[in-house]
């Protein structure tokens, strides 16, 4: 049989057409948007802004907003959960650098960094002491390795460096001059070429439990091994920024970290060891974990971490796991080990330890903290040996917080004590300081105090804030937040006193203001960016809140197009209504909002919104909440969201914006799942839209979403959760969409082709759209376009589109 051409998938996959309906342009080629959509989607990218270690430069960098489709269709090499190019030695897909300029973090003059023709330019960092630029660029033959001098912004290529990032990209700082790079090895040779197999692939599991959750790009034999071994091995490299100079250190490996120890005294390396995989992926593949000094050679083996296989759902590993080196002078080395055996199930007063071991590394290590729940994160303070200790509780959905003495001087001090979902109650993140001698980024003190940045989040929407928290008093108090009528957030607290911030309202972009005088009243524009979508300007947006019968406040961001005469105007329309849910253990955190009525408007992609350009009404992030005990919470989904959508449409129809018989509901992943099961088991909604969801729940049985039982455990939850089970009572029109490359876990592309012939082998009405070479999201031109398409003509064909006013 002749191969088709590779065109005709698309073309096959906009099947599923009535003949009691329009009949929609079955073209083997891209679709585009109407003209008002295209000059959105069109639009310049807004610059983004990187602060300088030593916050006296900011770098502005323009990314490129959209890739073709031809550079999706790349090759590619799938190994152990990864995408790769083979030839660039890096990840499939990168963000190229289109603009790049600098200029003074307290104003003035901006200078242009030129970048050489040739390549992508991307991954930029700073040097420690925020002299210097640091630029990736990926060509054809690999990737280099580009420097520039902030005096003097001139990119230069460090020659002799090819730059490994297929496991890792983080450099290790040894000053402000020096760094050690994973780069390909000098002698690494040609890569294994695939044969004939010398025999069967085999797997075998003789009565161990063995709950892996469903991926895709595994390693599948052992030529994928091989090849993966080839790529993924990397040779630490020694740079001299000064000098060019540069040396190997050690022997080549699967390296997956290089971290600095205290003053740049050693190294924490973390590499991967065989046996590998068929069921996992390489960041679950067996690691050794060691301390070496800066010539390569072994000071003291810290771990050998085994494959995790075989570990219960949610659970980790036994023994020695994450590892830590302090950046602080110690040059201390830290991991966790669990007290419950690994499995989250197991009922102990403490779940984790915190493990230290001093230089030299040759007595034994020490115990220095115990955690409740399970240890998530450990981050160091400058000066004084503190750090901040994160905990999570599985069963309460809680998070913990303590400020923990590293020498054990005195006991640890709450800092938190919150549900993980409770916006409300959340103090802030600090503000972070990189240190000059490893590059290492630590919790900034100022005089015993931190500087917490937060959203400020509360009934009244979002009002990011600056407090200072005193630790001895355990008082915070509050040196800026936004005004009600400004979305500012707090970039940095600047050595000159002067505060930096991202400032925005509903109609004017981010721009960076440097904030002085007494409450940081006075203002200094920094950046002017220009809107790059006035034609949104027309758009108005409000936050609506409402409660469903039993209590549980909800809330959607009410967006009305441009001429809409406002709500309760006779002014009601189809409306698209978009959604994700959400599980909560309680009634009180799932009524919180978020967001804020000062946000920039402004979007593109696939967004949902661009439908307002076709004069629809779209009820964006509709709060979909699911209340009840984690361990069943999803019992009660099916009913849950049902009210939720019920109270979401009176809503609406309430204030005179939506028609309630023009009602189309839409998601993306889980939205999507959400999307069909509204569907299937209700008469809410006219037609729904559902992009790359999962549907049928028996392909993914160890657990989804926050679902934490197998299938083998709740399966009837797992089978009233499935719309595919259902598909004979799903008749109101879905579009179905899916990245055809989709290897996000539990949304393989597979869960939409079957949907689709179920749906078509029961009579229902269904478009299916594949989208080649595209992910879990849709990051082509070609692709964005043709899905903005393919959503406005479903609107029209479903709801009679919108009427010329």
Known sequence: MPKLPRFSALALVVAGLWASAPVLAQSPTYQEPSAAMRAVLDAPALPQHSLSPDQRWLASVTLRRHRPVAELARPVTRLAGLRLDARANGPALISPIEALSLKPATGGAEVPVPLPAGGGFHGLRWSPDGQRLLLNRRTEAGTELWVAEVAKPVLRRLQGVSVNQVLDNDPAWLGTDELVVLSVPAKRGAAPVAGAPTGPTIQESMGKTSPERTLQNLLTNPQDEALFTHLATSQPLRVNLKTGATRPIGAPGLYTRVQTVGNASALLTERLVPPFSYQVAWNDFPTQVSVLDLNGKPLRELARVPLKEGVPVEGVVTGPRQFWASPLADGAVYWVEALDGGDPATKVPHR???????????GEARELHKTAGRLMGLNFAEGAARAMVSEYDRDRVWLTVDWLALDGSAAPLRLQDRSLRDRYRDPGQPQLRVLTANGRAVIRQDQGALLLAGAGASPGGDRPFLDRFELATQKATRLFQASPTHYEQAVALLPSGQLLTRRETFAEPPNLVLRSGDGFADMQALTANADPTPSLRGIQRERIQFKRPDGVQLSFWLYLP???KGKNAGDARPTFVWAYPQEFTDAATASQVSGSTSRFNTFGSTNPLML????????????MPVVGDPKTVNDSFIEQITANAQAIIDKAVELGVSERDKMVVGGHSYGAFMTANLLAHTDLFKAGIARSGAYNRTLTPFGFQAE????????????????????????EPILLMHGESDDNPGTFPIQTHRLYQALAGTGGNVRFVSLPFEGHGYSARESQGHVLWEMSEWMKRHTGGVPAR
Do not use: C, I, Q
């Open 352 to 362: 984790d330890r915190l493990m230290r071991l001093d230089a030299p590394y040759t």
């Open 562 to 564: 441009p001429g809409h």
């Open 612 to 623: 307002l350009l076709d004069g629809y009404v779209v009820l964006m992030d509709a709060t």
């Open 708 to 731: 934490r039982r197998t299938l083998w455990e709740a399966p009837n939850s797992y089978l009233k959760l499935s719309p595919f089970l259902v598909a004979d009572k799903l008749k």
